[in-house]
């Protein structure tokens, strides 16, 4: 959410929240198999998996690598729907869910073999990427493996420009060189950086949906935008989808133009 003079607006981040959507990044299951291929997850790896949302990921970790799994998100409802997700799958044996912080993460030093965090590291609302990095390398085994997968900047804008649109979007992106100091900075190896930009992995988020050639980035059904635009109104006001529709336009320019794009990124403890 974010303040236009004095209307509060939904960010893009607020938007899918709100939409009903299971899957929360951009590359889906095809990024998160390639975590699990890279990290070797494993029987005998314990993952923290950051954010988990509604628990999709940390299931599938479980699901296909036989790995357990710890999911934490600080959204209540997000952390019932993964456990009953957990259970209605025959997981809860590997799986498990708590509220917390990614801040403060409610785990002792050194505890988990591996850490992710898909998309979740440079949320505005948290707007403190080197304290959630800090807290996933303090968690993390020694020899231990810490993961990202974010936004970045491929080409430069203004700073203001950058604030704005990171202000929209709901999260702030980095250049890799600034996400590799902020994992430096924490105390991690830099071992695998991978390009994941590009509308193909984009449209992963939705695997089976329909997109539209000339709204490339168009993720929700008729249905569902009749079942979610009564709720923006009900909590925003009819003004704010008038903004809605005017940043996804300038969104897409940017996103077209290559200025956008996200990254994968592993590092050692
Ligand atoms: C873009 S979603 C990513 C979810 C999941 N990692 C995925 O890829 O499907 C961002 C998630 O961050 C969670 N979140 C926001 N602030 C948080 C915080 N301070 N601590 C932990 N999780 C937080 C939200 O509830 C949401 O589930």
């Known amino acids: 959410m974010y303040k236009l003079k004095t209307k509060m607006i939904p960010s893009g981040e607020d938007i899918i929240e709100m939409s009903g959507v299971e899957t929360l990044h951009p590359g ?138 990171a202000m929209k979007v709901g999260t702030t992106p980095y250049t890799v060189e600034e996400w590799s100091d902020l994992l430096i900075k924490a105390g991690a190896k830099i071992k695998t950086v991978e390009d994941w930009s590009g509308i193909e992995n984009i449209q992963k988020i939705r695997p089976n949906h329909k997109w539209n050639k000339k709204r490339p980035h168009d993720f929700l059904t008729l249905p569902e935008k009749l079942t979610l635009i009564p709720k923006i109104i009900f909590k925003y006001g009819i003004g704010a989808l008038n903004e809605i529709n005017k940043f996804q336009k300038e969104g897409l320019k940017y996103f077209n133009e290559g200025y956008y794009g996200y990254v994968l990124m592993i590092g050692s403890k």
Not at 156 to 162: E, F, N, R
């Open 28 to 165: 889906g299951f095809d990024l998160s198999k390639r975590i699990g291929e890279l990290v070797n997850f494993n029987p005998s790896v314990h993952v923290l998996d950051v954010s988990s949302g509604k628990g999709t990921f940390a299931c599938y970790y479980a699901q296909e690598f036989g790995c357990k799994v710890t999911g934490i998100d600080i959204n209540k409802k997000f952390v019932e729907i993964s456990i009953e997700k957990a259970k209605k799958r025959d997981l809860s044996n590997l799986v498990d869910f708590k509220i917390g912080d990614s801040t403060k993460l409610p785990f002792p030093d050194n505890s988990f073999d591996v850490v992710v965090n898909e998309c979740a590291v440079g949320l505005t609302v948290i707007n403190n990427p080197q304290g959630v990095i800090n807290e996933m390398f303090r968690v993390t085994k020694p020899n231990g493996t810490i993961v990202i997968h974010e936004s970045i900047w491929l080409k430069d804008l203004t700073q203001s420009v950058k604030d704005e649109l």
